[in-house]
């Protein structure tokens, strides 16, 4: 059992800047690929970022939906448990309630549907 909680989130200024963080209970933390979802309401929920459970040294792959890519960077620090999200230039577009989820895999993936668990979410709002 992996239990996520998500904090950062906020009101923010297009073309700001927030760092989301995902803790995670449990010891196992560094078993699973970790990935980060936003959903609006009415839409379905999106990929944004995922990250795999293993890499050399510091380095982990990593996977970026294209609306986010070269303005997000996921990372995760498995010493802490945490998962983090940093949004740079954020649009109003990117407002929405953010989620992390946990795979019990190597890689992480785009699917919701092959994360295990899932946060409660946090609140994502971008101002113009």
């Known amino acids: 059992q992996v239990q996520l909680v998500e904090s950062g989130g906020g009101l923010v200024q297009a073309g700001g800047s927030l760092r989301l963080s995902c803790a995670a209970s449990g010891r196992t933390f560094s078993s699973y690929a970790m990935g980060w979802f936003r959903q609006t309401p009415g839409k379905e929920r999106e990929f944004v970022a995922a990250?795999?459970?293993?890499?050399?040294?510091?380095?982990?792959?990593?996977y970026y939906a294209d609306s986010v890519k070269r303005r997000f960077t996921i990372s995760r620090d498995n010493a802490k448990n945490t998962v983090y999200l940093r949004m740079n230039s954020l649009k109003p577009e990117d407002t929405a309630v953010y989620y992390c989820a946990a795979r019990n895999s190597n890689s992480g993936s785009t699917r919701g549907y092959d994360y295990e668990y899932w946060g409660q979410g946090t609140q994502v709002t971008v101002s113009s």
């Open positions: 990250i795999n459970r293993s890499g050399v040294y510091t380095y982990y792959a990593t």
